[in-house]
């Protein structure tokens, strides 16, 4: 380290982020142990121990929060998660290089647009006022407004994840696809497999240790769905149906300056969230994979 000290000057940037923007901040927990008052702060606000976790697991608003968010997150993993795999072995079978660059252009490009943008852009088409509801309107069915419908909402939302996302995942894939060597595919050509065989015994093989080291993440993400896109829609489909943790903390904390209550559910979903990542590591190590750590 002393000889490649100038080399190591490199990391104290990013290093310094996390510092104050990750690990600093933990601290700020132990607010939820306490009847936190901004104008005490945190070395003059009385200790209460455990009542803002009883407050919370009482509180059916938090409740249906956690149902919403655990549905939501549940409904991504089986439907948005395999979708960037999908097409990366779809765009793998395609012979011509151009194509494969042009719909990669394609499907990455609504990752760089803010939720902001995309909601407005289905809004467009799905709402009251667009082409959609026009459509329904022509055969006789009048009202159709798909963006406050709260019994679709969720498979709406997870219908925007995978139309934003599913060009990034796919260029994680893909260029995990890519690393496999040819000399795989030549072996089982000559062996007599087919498309769908050598895709399914070297092309997904070669992708199960990407695939479970994103899927860990995810699981460990379980409990974050989305902040933005569902603060900017739960005014059209009503809290019973976009309320989830995140919106939760931010209208129970910042907007109703509940603060105690606010950062035990904030520390509930990180706890949550680190016991789901160890557990779905060691899960993947005993079914012989390498895992996260």
């Given at each position: 380290m002393k000889r490649e000290r100038a080399t190591y000057l490199f990391i104290v940037p990013g290093l310094l982020f996390f510092l104050l923007f990750a690990y600093l901040p933990l601290a700020g927990n132990v607010v939820a142990f306490q009847d936190y008052s901004p104008y005490w702060g945190i070395g003059g606000s009385e200790w209460v121990g455990l009542q803002n976790f009883a407050a919370m697991f009482n509180d059916p608003q938090f409740l249906r929060a956690l149902t919403n968010t655990l549905v939501i997150s549940f409904l991504q993993i089986v439907f948005a998660f395999p979708a960037p795999i999908l097409l990366a072995l779809l765009l793998n079978s395609l012979i011509s290089e151009r194509i494969k660059r042009v719909v990669q252009s394609i499907v990455y490009l609504p990752h760089f647009i803010s939720w902001v943008i995309v909601i407005a852009i289905w809004q467009q088409v799905l709402g009251g006022a667009g082409p959609v509801a026009e459509?329904?309107?022509?055969?006789?069915?009048?009202?159709?407004?798909?963006?406050?419908?709260?019994?679709?909402?969720?498979?709406?939302?997870?219908?925007?994840?995978?139309?934003?996302?599913?060009?990034?995942?796919?260029?994680?894939?893909?260029?995990?696809?890519?690393?496999?060597?040819?000399?795989?595919?030549?072996?089982?050509?000559?062996?007599?497999?087919?498309?769908?065989?050598?895709?399914?015994?070297?092309?997904?093989?070669?992708?199960?240790?990407?695939?479970?080291?994103?899927?860990?993440?995810?699981?460990?993400?379980?409990?974050?769905?989305?902040?933005?896109?569902?603060?900017?829609?739960?005014?059209?489909?009503?809290?019973?149906?976009?309320?989830v943790l995140d919106t939760f903390v931010?209208?129970?904390?910042?907007?109703?300056?509940?603060?105690?209550?606010?950062?035990?559910?904030?520390?509930?979903?990180?706890?949550?969230?680190?016991?789901?990542?160890?557990?779905?590591?060691?899960?993947?190590?005993?079914?012989?994979?390498?895992?996260?750590?």
């Open positions: 459509l329904f309107a022509t055969i006789g069915i009048d009202g159709v407004n798909i963006m406050s419908d709260p019994e679709t909402f969720k498979a709406l939302v997870v219908s925007q994840v995978v139309w934003k996302d599913i060009g990034w995942g796919t260029i994680i894939f893909f260029a995990a696809i890519t690393a496999i060597p040819n000399e795989l595919y030549e072996a089982a050509a000559v062996d007599g497999a087919g498309s769908m065989r050598r895709t399914w015994h070297v092309t997904l093989p070669g992708l199960v240790p990407v695939i479970t080291l994103l899927l860990i993440l995810t699981i460990g993400n379980v409990l974050t769905v989305g902040f933005e896109q569902l603060l900017l829609q739960q005014p059209a489909v009503g809290s019973a149906a976009a309320e931010y209208y129970r904390g910042i907007a109703g300056g509940d603060w105690g209550l606010s950062t035990a559910a904030g520390l509930f979903k990180g706890v949550i969230g680190t016991i789901l990542v160890i557990a779905a590591n060691k899960f993947a190590k005993r079914l012989g994979t390498e895992g996260l750590f």
